[in-house]
């Protein structure tokens, strides 16, 4: 496994495999890996001769008060991780390759990114698709894959290649959960052991209006009240729990479909954490 710690250094190595006609796939992450990034390099590998990886912890998609200084950095076992899937090529900028101290570009995408998590994270969503597009452009992939689990960013990232043609196939990774039902995610490493067993008690009420619902559409409102009571008798503080349509993201508040999705995101202690079920 080859390791890029430079644009050019990547774009080299691309250009390589580009020679013999291969079919690349790229996986940006923040690193802190789990068996939801590995699935994202499986997928990959079903589709793709070349696999490379990013690992960048975004500055720019953590607002001040977020938990920027203290997201888990684990290069080592990361490095281990990729290498014993079969991931070709990992991608480590630094901060300063990414974001030169001249860099005054901002990639915003509007509509998709005001609700959910955007209306509760200032800049998020202008972080996300800023870094995308530079990933994106910097290695060229014809496949970048992005996870369920963080459904919004999946349908901002669709938006941002077609609206600025970017030749590169979005495709969607359905979300790898623990056994409990818990969303893999970086930041459950956050979690007292406590907060660790009130966690799974998010994917189970949202489970339980997705079934709800899809047998009784028009039960959108009570489901969700219900829903927002036993989240907070679970011990959870709740950013959000709504039901959206799949393909806008446009809130759903009378008729559910088969195209709507459950969002929701808690904040346990100082963690947040976020998921969604498709009712369908
Ligand atoms: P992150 O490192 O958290 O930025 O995530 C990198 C990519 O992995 C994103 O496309 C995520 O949606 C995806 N991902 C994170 N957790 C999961 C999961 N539990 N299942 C599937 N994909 C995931």
Known sequence: MEIARTVADLRRRVADWRKGDARVGLMP???????GHIALVRAAQA??????????????????TEDLGSYPRREAADLEMLQSAGTDLVFIPGVGEMYPPEFTTLVQVSGLTEGLCGAHRAGHFDGVTTVVAKLLIQALPDAAYFGEKDYQQLRVVRRLVRDLDIPVH???????READGLALSSRNAYLSIEERRIAPNLA???????????????????ELAHGVRELRDAGFAIDYLEIREEE?????????????????AVWLG???????IPIG
């Open 170 to 176: 979005i495709v969607g990774v359905p979300t790898v």
């Open 29 to 35: 992450t923040m690193g802190a890996l789990h068996q």
């Open 47 to 64: 589709e793709c001769d070349r696999i490379a990886a990013s690992i960048f912890v975004n500055p720019k998609q953590f607002a001040p």
């Open 270 to 276: 100082k963690t947040r954490l976020i998921d969604n």
């Open 204 to 222: 189970r009420v949202l489970r339980s209006i997705a079934s709800a619902v899809a047998q009784q559409p028009s039960a959108v409102a009570r």
């Open 248 to 264: 806008t993201l446009k809130p759903v508040t009378a008729k559910a479909t088969a195209r709507s999705r459950v969002f929701g």
